[in-house]
């Protein structure tokens, strides 16, 4: 078996730090388990602005498209604020997105039993949080065209972005979503504004024609998404995928991540169309941004990656042993009490970054 | 001083049982105050599609042209779903809201110190919680045009929304949110995306150069939209007031009712431009919907309805003294310990709408 391809895109902030613990998983891997990576490092962002002069220099983005997966850690920070936009940090990770063809983001929402008090919801609300939110990563309101400033006749400027889906898009990422909904409880709900944005009316559509010709075993609901974030609040336990536009999901995904309290524990995976061996192009990356006021400071929270890690083992690299291994080291540690700053507690003992990196090798 | 004009529509599901509790209010007021109204009643939404095959007849607008207020209960319900796009009961709020020029909608989230355990946060998160969200509500996405479904030359279809603001369009909303902070504690968040949506670009420009030149006085900070999703769940007293787009204020605002856990309590109101005589054209409704699955049943909370009367009193009746003794009467009878079913808790005494709005007339 050849070595799988990973490259690894550590970015801005902490993203760097955290990434450190990963590497320390794979040499853990290459010794105790035999399993080696042909692995890349490049640079994304803002750090890669500052190399070249860009946030996705062409041959990361090739690296990128040769590789069997990407481990990305956060893009970002007020060091480039004043960029023009099209040279900020997040066009890098906008393009990477688009041009690999992720249009298939997963953001889970999960609460581990250990830290269900880090949430500011009442125990009981969330405890046994276990919803996956399915985004559309290349369309709708991010991609649009038209976009941009005009300057008006009368002299006043107007700004524009579009909200557009064609069909073959929602259905793509429509089976994305009833794939996953019937690996797991076979109830997804899909959020739109039908009542209000004939983009979405359309979305609502090409849903229910799914559900009827190739999803009858999957239960297909439909949600505002006004009401959705209101749900998420009043009740998350009653959701389990939930599939969206883009902009919504953006929205959405950060809501229900905050509703674990544990922000600094979500793993994301964003995947493209399988080829013909069934093989697709993968990023994996945590939930949580770059964080660069505890940059270097190592007190970030490295789990998210290193869980983000897993899932790349897990969905690209069929190691659903070694993805099992990570995961249960993860609970085991936090159920021995230790906690970074972000999930601290009375009562726990708080780590660094790079002692929480140890302890999981040690773990495992 | 002559009658000010009051156009009454109830609208769909608990809408009318809801108003008959304001009309009560207002025969107290004439009876024991010597206040009276030149009050028009309506009909909007599917009530008023069911009896014009409109869901905003003209003449009804006409009434609230004329009108110096509009109460409004709630639109739409399951009758009226499979209506054709632009029939729809929402429509027919859409148009009133643009027709009027309603470009501003003030939603509060304020939880009530009675009823802080209804939250489903923990009450040191939400307790005292006191927020204005200030939506732009005649633009953005929701107006944008081109808008609608097309069939492209290849057989699929195309949905399009536009998200657009001009540079005025922004700074009457900006006028009105940095006012509103002017009078409460000098705090301006303004809600974007502008690390990705040119249009929300343009949006912070004209936030920036207001400040700048106009408010000074006032603090104003930025967020993108989806961490100000994740704050309104991590620490919502962080905020004071906050300013946004009309799709993300209706997503923020109903997240952030849902903190209160209360939302039969939220009253809102939606204002237009000052006329030279400095009356602005107003619509009150509580921020709760039609509830069609209670409707008629006598259980609804009235509370929110009758607290949006009294905004209307104070706002565009200059009936401050009439609006603090109804919204005085409403924390009394809760600190009395009666409840509508959406807010019941252990050991208070749970009463119907009609009840709930009898007891209103008592304290007061
Ligand atoms: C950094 C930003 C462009 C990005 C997005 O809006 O998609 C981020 O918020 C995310 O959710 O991954
Ligand atoms: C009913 C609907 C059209 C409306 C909106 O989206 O504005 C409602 O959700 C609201 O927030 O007032």
Partial sequence: MTAKKLLILPGDGIGQEVMVQVRRIIDWMGKKRNISFDI????IGGSAYDVHGTPLADETLADAMAADAVLLGAVGGPKWDDLPFDKKPERGLLKIRKEMGLFANLRP??????????????????????????????????????????TLPNGERKGVNTLTYTTSEIQRIGRAAFDLARKRNKKLC?????????????????????????????????????????????????????????????????????????????????LGAADANGNRKALYEPVHGSAPDIQGKDIANPLATILSFSMCLRYSFNMDAEADMIENAVKAVLKGGLRTADIMAPGKAKVSTSVMGESIIREL
Wanted: with cysteine.
């Fill in 40 to 43: 890349t490092e490049g640079l």
């Fill in 190 to 270: 899909s959020v739109d504004k039908a009542n209000v944005l004939e983009c979405t009316v359309l979305w609502r559509e090409e849903m229910i024609k799914l559900q009827q010709t190739e999803y009858q075993d999957v239960e297909l609901t439909h949600m505002y998404v006004d009401n959705a974030a209101m749900q998420l609040v009043r009740n998350p336990k009653q959701f389990d995928v939930m599939v969206t536009e883009n902009m919504f999901g953006d929205i959405l995904s950060d809501c229900a991540a905050m509703l674990t309290g544990s922000l600094g524990m979500l793993p994301s995976a964003s």
């Fill in 109 to 150: 929402a999960t609460v581990f039993d250990a830290l269900v008090d880090a949430s500011t919801l009442k125990a009981d609300v969330v405890q046994g949080l276990d919803i996956m939110i399915v985004r559309e990563l290349t369309g709708g309101l991010y991609f649009g065209q038209p976009r941009g400033i005009e």
